[in-house]
């Protein structure tokens, strides 16, 4: 509806401001794409949502869940020679079977920002800084930021010999927040001891400060040299984003995070604010999906923030400011053979930038300013056969309740004015 397209709107314009001022170039995807494209990556989750079915070719094609693959892919083709980095954005639509409650829809718009090209933390800091500031430029005074990296996880459950289908599986699990289940997984998969208590300790830590996760990772994980790497990574991409001005209050951290999404390899983040129990915006590193669509191996960082979640999230907060009303002028014949001028004095108006409706219900004059005081116009351009024939027009001013007469060629600047 009118009032809720304006609301995804003004939101828009702060995603494209942080386009123009970031670098990052827009893109658009086709709607409709092959199964294969989400098949491979998604994750299971996605996957189960997804709405499939055959195009009268027989093809299975997808509505897109999401856009991060569709860049991917494109990334792999089409740009596949463009210099690096590329700093890609869009604003789309995606559709996931999702059970409809209040913040998910099976039709939702996601804004994203994808920098392909660079493995380097300041890229991953790079997407952690503009998300906070797409929240600070529209309003929201708190939330979190709760950043995770795979390669944590998925380094132990590597050196305990679990395939990448299980690890999928087991960080599926933890994305649901089923830590019992994933517990009782990597027992059945024969994990070690120590193992199954580490991850079970990684699960109790919970959500930490930066610096309290960085120091409890060193000690959970110092059997584990593959997660050496990933430790020292999220160390280096939390103390960019600190240095970079983020409010360390806001930035929390679990070592045992995981998202949905089966195609990360590195950070991952999402964002919340107290008063809604899901995410406005997630993202992370995703270094393998390009080359896995044809591309050279290309590492990647990117996020996805959901327009309709964060309109909502505004709305509750009471952060989203009505724009001022954009009726203005009402241009209105007196005479049906005046028809045609009022269209063309409209015209007029409009070369000038000055918003002006003609009055097209063949109403009176008397039943039409009426509707328009109530409408909130602030003129209404009469034309009468007398004046019109001189080359004037009436303006009369709605809130003032006043009137004069003014020559056709001074209606702009009368009415700008
Ligand atoms: P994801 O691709 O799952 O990481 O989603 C990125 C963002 O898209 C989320 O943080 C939400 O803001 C938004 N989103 C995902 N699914 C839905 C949905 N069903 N309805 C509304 N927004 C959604």
Redesign the pocket.
């Known amino acids: 509806m009118p009032k809720d397209l304006a609301k995804r709107r003004a939101i828009e314009s702060v995603v494209r401001e942080l386009f123009r001022l970031y670098g990052y170039e827009e893109i658009e995807t086709p709607t409709v794409e092959p199964y294969e494209l989400f098949a491979a990556k998604s994750g299971e989750e996605?996957r189960q949502r997804m709405y499939v079915f055959k195009d009268l070719k027989g093809r299975m094609v997808v509505l897109r869940p999401?856009m991060t693959a569709s860049v991917a892919r494109v990334v792999a083709t089409k740009l596949r020679t463009a210099p690096k980095p590329l700093r890609l954005g869009y604003i789309a639509n995606?559709f996931?079977y999702?059970e409809p409650q209040r913040?998910?829809?099976?039709e939702?718009w996601?804004a994203g920002f994808e920098l392909i090209g660079s493995s380097q933390p300041e890229a991953d800091a790079e997407i952690l800084l503009l998300s906070s500031e797409l929240m600070d430029r529209l309003g929201f005074s708190e939330y979190v930021i709760k950043v995770g990296h795979v390669g944590l996880l998925r380094g132990v459950l590597g050196a305990e010999g679990l395939s990448e289908e299980e690890q999928n599986h087991l960080m599926g699990l933890v994305d649901k927040a089923k830590y019992e289940e994933a517990i009782g997984f990597l027992e059945s998969r024969r994990a070690s001891n120590d193992c199954v208590k580490l991850v079970r300790e990684v699960f109790e830590l919970g959500w930490l400060s930066p610096r309290e996760a960085v120091e409890a990772g060193r000690k959970l994980f110092s059997s584990y040299s593959e997660a050496d790497r990933p430790l020292e990574n999220l160390e280096e991409i939390l103390s960019l984003t600190l240095e970079a001005g983020v409010d360390s209050k806001k930035l929390s951290v679990s070592l045992g995070f995981a998202?949905?999404?089966e195609y990360y390899t590195g950070m991952i983040f999402?964002?919340f604010v107290p008063q809604l129990d899901?995410?406005?915006?997630?993202?992370g590193r995703y270094d393998n999906l390009i080359e896995l669509f044809g591309g050279p191996p290309t590492p990647a960082v990117g996020c996805?923030?959901?327009i309709?979640?964060?309109a909502l999230a505004m709305e509750m907060l009471g952060l989203y400011q009505e724009p001022p009303p954009t009726k203005y002028a009402i241009v209105i014949p007196l005479e049906s053979e005046l028809r045609g001028a009022a269209l063309r004095v409209a015209k007029i108006l409009h070369e000038a930038g000055i918003p002006a409706e003609v009055e097209v219900m063949g109403r009176g004059l008397s039943r039409t300013l009426s509707h328009a005081s109530k409408q909130g116009y602030k003129y209404a351009v009469i034309l009468g056969k007398r004046e019109y024939a001189s080359g004037n027009v009436v303006v009369r001013d709605l809130v003032r309740e006043e009137q004069r007469e003014v020559p056709i060629e001074k209606l702009k600047e009368f009415l700008a004015s």
């Open positions: 996605i999401e995606c996931r999702d913040g998910r829809y099976r939702f996601q998202r949905g999404l999402e964002v899901i995410a406005l915006n997630g993202g996805a923030p959901g309709d979640r964060i």
